[in-house]
């Protein structure tokens, strides 16, 4: 049977996946630093506005809305125009983290109270009627909190994201296998799972990918070479380097 997917725009990903993440799932996106896990979660987020008309919300715990915005123009999106569309919301959790002052329709007050930015998130999801969400990124989330408030926090955010129905993306640091994590049961707990990495190649780095696992769908498990252009994420044709 042919189920609902979102698909994320990113040119051949969704054929990896069969046609786009099935509706309603939330995807974990870890990789190491500047593998291009914000820049995932933002061509999904633009594309499912701009091409798919799903309205989304994207929770920054890192970088501070305005940078965002700046740094994607580059990639000729409008971030600001779409906002003002009622298409994207930013919901600023970065600025009050840092201790900076935030000038953002949406901001978070008290960053390191899981229950009351749960609460944000539903009434602008439910503001702009939300299709997609995005957190970048779920360490973030758990910074100056303890092991069983990490793991609270987890299970709450996974609760709130099955209620409202949106399909998500979260973001997170690539964790070693081994090594013990909080975090770790993101992985189990997310229904989709992508791998991005930097892997040298003479002297150089390269990008790639690869779908570990995306349940209530066939994937290919083949790493993916890609590239970040000024368009963004740009799978490579062909096989692996
Ligand atoms: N306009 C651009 N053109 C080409 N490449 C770019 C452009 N902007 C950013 N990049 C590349 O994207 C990388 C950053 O991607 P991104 O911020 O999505 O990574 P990340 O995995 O979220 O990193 P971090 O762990 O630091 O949050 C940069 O390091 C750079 O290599
Ligand atoms: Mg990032």
């Known amino acids: 049977m042919d189920i609902d997917r979102a698909k994320t725009g990113i040119k051949r990903f969704d054929d990896i996946i069969d046609g786009g993440i099935p509706k309603g799932n939330t995807v974990l996106v870890s990789g190491g630093p500047g593998t291009g896990k914000t820049l995932f979660g933002w061509q999904f987020l633009y594309n499912g506005a701009k091409e798919y008309g799903e309205p989304g919300i994207f929770i920054t715990m890192e970088e501070r ?3 965002l915005r700046k740094n994607l123009s580059e990639f ?3 971030i600001r125009k779409l906002e003002d569309d009622g298409l994207i919301a930013i919901i600023d959790a970065a600025s009050p983290k ?3 002052p935030s000038r953002e329709r949406y901001v978070e007050e008290r960053p390191f109270d899981i229950d009351s930015l749960m609460y944000k998130v539903h009434t602008v999801a439910n ?4 299709k997609r969400l995005v957190v970048d990124s779920i360490p973030a989330l758990g910074f100056k909190l303890d092991d069983t408030q990490i793991r609270d926090s987890i299970y709450k955010l996974n609760a709130l994201l099955l209620e409202i129905g949106c399909t998500s993306i979260l973001t997170s640091e690539k964790m070693d296998p081994g090594v013990s994590s909080n975090f770790k049961i993101a992985e189990y707990i997310a229904h989709g799972l992508i791998n991005l990495e930097l892997v040298r190649k003479v002297n150089e780095l390269k990008r790639s990918g690869v779908v570990v696992k995306m349940r209530g ?5 083949k790493i993916f070479p890609f590239e970040i252009t000024d368009k963004g994420i740009v799978l490579l044709a062909g096989e692996l380097y």
């Open 65 to 67: 809305p305005n940078d």
């Open 76 to 78: 000729g999106w409008n």
């Open 98 to 100: 840092i201790g900076l």
């Open 127 to 130: 503001e702009i009627d939300a």
């Open 217 to 221: 769908t066939n994937h290919s498990m």
